[in-house]
């Protein structure tokens, strides 16, 4: 599988949603840390937005992106929870053409060390949609950072051998 890992280094055009009813860009703490964190790794924020959890609206959003040849991945941050209001992978599952059925399984076993058996109310999931990646995560700023700093900085980085995500999106 190393010829999935390429010795120069690729950055990603990565867009960012929060999905929230009660977030804006003051108290997206989140989403900002998403946004500041690819930033950091050398990839660029292709978009941000905040969307309330309605699955009308999230796929809305989602199914620009994934149409837009200039966005390669899209980070999803909230509404993976149990409530009525969680409704992220109800709106996106179906937009997917290939499920990334290890990253929820691998997400929730790193929180398992975190937060104990409370990890099991958490249905992060990923999938690819026409060539672009997406990966929706819990809302919380502990897991995105859980998610970015022990899977996708990783996963997005074009020489982690021996494969990463960058040679299948675009």
Known sequence: MSHLAND???FLNIAVLTVSDTRDETTDS????????????????ADKKIVVDDVYQIRAVLS?????????????????????RDNTPEAVK????????GFGELFRYISYTEIGTSTVQSRALAGFANKTVIFCVPGSTNACKTAWQKILL????????????VPHVG
């Open 154 to 165: 990783e996963q997005l980085n074009s020489t982690h051998r021996p494969c990463n995500f």
């Open 64 to 84: 620009q992106w994934i149409a837009d040849p200039k966005v390669d991945c899209v980070i999803t941050t909230g509404g993976t929870g149990f409530t009525a």
């Open 8 to 10: 120069k280094q690729t």
């Open 30 to 45: 989140s989403g900002r840390y998403l946004a500041e964190a690819l930033a950091e790794a050398g990839h660029s924020l």
């Open 94 to 101: 179906v937009l997917f053409d290939k499920d990334i059925e």
